[in-house]
């Protein structure tokens, strides 16, 4: 019995063979360096050969525990504000908070008879409920102006556009047709 060889040993041994084809280490037998083998092999350490392989799950530490996460996440605010520096939207969002924010700006008295209708190229256009009202807001104009500009930033608004109410309109209803023109009214 002594001629045949071990089928335990030769398997061992083609899983050997089969392990150095695969990635090229296995494990010293002999026993020579027990503590290197023992330490865990880092990718750095494997070399160039590309052999290092990603473990999936969750890291865990040399005694076996899990490794706490490590977060590096970036405020909100922050990501936001880069955001809106690359893509430059600064100005279009001053222009926004002066419309939400119109009644803060100029008080609440004056926001319930005048409102921001749009902002166009640093114009604010403004209508207001009564023709005594557009005349007060004209002469109060440089106010507004150095409030917007305090609280937005310089250059945001330059120019205020004040209206007065609209003309009153004879049409009535959704559809409308053309007149017949002018007249002959002379005799």
């Not at 503590?35 to 290092?52: N, Q, V």
């Not at 405020?75 to 936001?80: A, D, E, R, V």
């Not at 222009?95 to 008879?113: D, M, N, R, Y």
Request: hydrophobic share 30%.
């Amino acid at each position: 019995m002594s001629d045949e060889i071990d089928p335990i040993a030769q398997a061992f041994e083609r899983v050997r063979n089969e392990a150095r084809r695969r990635n090229g280490r296995v494990p010293d037998l002999n026993g020579k360096d027990a503590f290197r083998r023992s330490t865990p092999r880092t990718s750095a350490s494997r070399g160039a050969s590309g052999s290092a392989k990603y473990k999936k799950g969750r890291p865990t530490g040399l005694d076996g525990r899990y490794k706490p996460y490590v977060r590096s996440a970036e405020p909100l605010g922050s990501i936001l504000n880069k955001e809106i520096q690359s893509r430059g939207w600064g100005k279009d969002i001053a222009a926004g908070w002066v419309t939400s924010h119109w009644e803060e700006l100029v008080g609440p008295k004056i926001a319930q008879h005048a409102r921001v209708e749009m902002i166009k190229d640093k114009k604010l256009f403004i209508t207001c409920d009564s023709t005594a009202w557009a005349t007060n807001l004209r002469m109060m104009q440089r106010q507004i102006l150095q409030v917007i500009a305090e609280k937005v930033g310089p250059n945001t608004i330059s120019e205020l556009r004040i209206f007065g109410p609209k003309a009153p309109s004879w049409r009535k209803g959704p559809l409308h047709v053309k007149g017949r023109g002018p007249r002959d009214t002379y005799g």
